[in-house]
């Protein structure tokens, strides 16, 4: 791993970590390459700021849960062979049901180039540390479709109060959010602005 980056589970212990894309429940339906191991990691810029979230979102009743953090470049070039394979639809209903995976790029819900390969980029959401559920954001993580909107209509108010709690806390600690995505946050600051990593995940 290069010097500047990060263990997250190191640094923030208390979140959860559900590594999608080294599982095989993520809209490709299969280990992602360069997923070895089904760690987060991050630089250490990006870290320390996702640690002052946890910190603000712990004395409001919340962990954090990441679903993916840095991403190397060879898991891009993977979900592009994906998107070209038409004859593979094994996960469209539960990721992509109204939408044709070619024009997934277009949408722009995958990037040929990722802000998760300078590793500073972090998709994530909230628990209910009194519960243990995962907070109701009104669709799920990496679901391709209007809803998954920051702004969408097509979730009620709760949900949207909920988007808000982790919206918030992520833009007060210098996160800028993604509008197509509510899950996903990338460092302002990031050190490394232009570089696009492509080690493995281990």
Do not use: C
Not at 58 to 77: C, E, I, S, T, W
Not at 106 to 126: C, E, M, N, Q, Y
């Amino acid at each position: 791993m290069p010097k500047g980056f990060v263990y997250l589970d190191e640094l923030i212990p208390a979140a959860q970590y559900e590594i999608r894309y080294y599982s095989e429940n993520n809209f490709v339906g299969r280990r992602i390459d360069g997923y070895k191991e089904p760690f987060a990691i991050m630089t250490h810029t990006g870290a320390a700021a996702l640690k002052g979230v946890s910190d603000d979102l712990a004395a409001k009743g919340y962990l954090l849960k990441v679903y993916d953090a840095y991403r190397p470049q060879k898991a891009v070039n993977h979900f592009v062979r994906w998107s070209q394979d038409s004859g593979d639809l094994k996960m469209k209903q539960q990721y992509y049901p109204k939408l044709d995976k070619r024009n997934l790029f277009k949408l722009g819900f995958i990037a040929r180039k990722s802000g998760h390969s300078r590793g500073s980029t972090v998709d994530l959401t909230l628990v209910d540390i009194k519960t243990g559920k995962t907070v109701d954001m009104g669709s799920p993580f990496d679901f391709f479709g209007d809803i998954s909107y920051y702004n969408t209509k097509l979730i009620s108010k709760t949900q949207q109060a909920n988007r808000k709690i982790l919206r918030d806390a992520m833009v007060k600690r210098g996160f800028k959010p993604y509008s197509k995505e509510w899950w996903h946050f990338t460092l302002m600051k990031e050190p490394y602005a232009k570089t696009y990593f492509n080690f493995d995940v281990e």
